[in-house]
């Protein structure tokens, strides 16, 4: 920011009468609904799933914790996006030392997002793998399935997201006028000017090295987006041959036993995890568009729709997730 050449996209100016502010403005009121909604829906259901609490509590954990934060990432990123809740959020980050420091707090959320979607995937692949099963038996692994975790999910969060907390604060840039004897002032949250030429270097390189750049997209993107891909690819590759050796040995007859094997909750957590990658390929893919992909609208309009769309996508998983919903509306009717 202080040097003028990369502003985020919350300091950005921005023409309001344009087609495309309106329409994302639209669409940014129109996720905002679905997303609210559908997350607490998603999140109710999860919690309230006898038969998922019975089969694995770390899954439900998990599916709850994700919800959760597809709620803050859709408060967020919403409000970047939506013109007036933008301004309004410039307005407190300029001013407030305790806003500016939220504000760059909350892209952990995004972080923790990718990673819950990795462990959620890992804990699925655990269920389908024998050699997981004994490896985790042999060490008594299972009894650290929560510390583990949130361990390495709150290292990741000090390398991705803690220099920028510590050392962002409201900042005052003046912009000198052409033609003008008076400047004009912005406030933005943004380095201290008192800051070394180390630290300017760390946070104002945008190229893969020893800044945080690098350290954003490894721990954010790439290395979320390689492991998902596999895991993914061993769930599916696992139930495929699971729903070949049942179809040889029984046909087409035992539809439960297939059903128990292909089941939903394996079925939510692919299609989930495919619809996180689709903006995490966005992202990756402006990288190759833009110095600062996540500082542009497109890459902060997919996760909007990444976040706000999950639970409708879950419904499409099969009747198994719907059943859920229709049994936890009669448990709330009741």
């Known amino acids: 920011?202080?040097?003028?050449?990369?502003?985020?996209?919350?300091?950005?100016?921005?023409?309001?009468?344009?087609?495309?502010?309106?329409?994302?403005?639209?669409?940014?009121?129109?996720?905002?609904?679905?997303?609210?909604t559908g997350n607490l829906l998603g999140l109710l259901t999860f919690v309230s799933s006898r038969r998922s609490w019975h089969i694995s509590s770390v899954y439900v954990c998990l599916a709850t914790s994700s919800s959760i934060t597809n709620l803050l990432c859709l408060i967020r990123y919403a409000t970047i996006l939506h013109?007036?809740?933008?301004?309004?959020?410039?307005?407190?980050?300029?001013?407030s030392w305790w806003a500016c420091k939220l504000y760059e707090f909350s892209f952990c959320f995004r972080?923790?997002?990718?990673?819950?979607?990795?462990?959620?995937?890992?804990?699925?692949?655990?269920?389908?793998?024998?050699?997981?099963?004994?490896?985790?038996?042999?060490?008594?692994?299972?009894?650290?399935?929560?510390?583990?975790?949130?361990?390495?999910?709150?290292?990741?969060?000090?390398?991705?997201?803690?220099?920028?907390?510590?050392?962002?604060?409201?900042?005052?840039?003046?912009?000198?006028?052409?033609?003008m004897t008076t400047n004009s002032t912005k406030r933005y949250c943004g380095l201290h000017p008192n800051?070394?030429?180390?630290?300017?270097?760390?946070?104002?390189?945008?190229?893969?090295?020893?800044?945080?750049?690098?350290?954003?997209?490894?721990f954010s993107e790439l290395i979320p987006t390689a492991t998902i891909i596999l895991f993914n690819g061993c769930i599916i590759l696992h139930l495929m041959k699971t729903y070949r050796r049942l179809h040889r040995a029984y046909g087409c007859e035992p539809r439960r036993k297939q059903s128990?094997?292909?089941?939903w909750m394996n079925i939510v957590l692919i299609l989930h995890s495919s619809l996180f990658l689709s903006s995490l390929f966005a992202h990756i893919l402006g990288h190759f568009m833009t110095i600062e992909a996540h500082e542009t609208w497109w890459v902060s309009l997919a996760i909007l729709i990444n976040c706000s769309l999950n639970f409708y996508i879950y419904c499409l998983s099969g009747k198994a997730f719907r059943n859920e919903i229709r049994r936890f509306i009669h448990r709330f009717e009741k």
Request: proline residues 3%; positive net charge; hydrophobic residues 45%.
């Open 1 to 36: 920011m202080s040097d003028g050449k990369h502003i985020p996209l919350l300091f950005r100016n921005v023409n309001v009468l344009t087609v495309q502010t309106r329409l994302i403005n639209a669409m940014c009121d129109t996720l905002c609904i679905l997303g609210i």
């Open 83 to 95: 013109t007036t809740s933008r301004h309004i959020l410039h307005e407190l980050v300029g001013h």
């Open 111 to 179: 972080v923790i997002s990718a990673w819950i979607t990795l462990f959620w995937m890992f804990e699925r692949l655990i269920c389908v793998s024998k050699k997981l099963q004994s490896f985790f038996d042999r060490w008594n692994l299972y009894k650290y399935k929560y510390i583990i975790p949130i361990m390495i999910v709150i290292i990741i969060i000090g390398c991705a997201v803690g220099p920028s907390v510590y050392m962002f604060q409201p900042q005052i840039r003046i912009n000198q006028a052409i033609r």
């Open 195 to 218: 800051a070394s030429t180390k630290w300017r270097q760390f946070f104002h390189e945008v190229r893969f090295g020893k800044n945080h750049y690098t350290i954003r997209c490894l």
């Open 260 to 263: 128990r094997t292909t089941s």
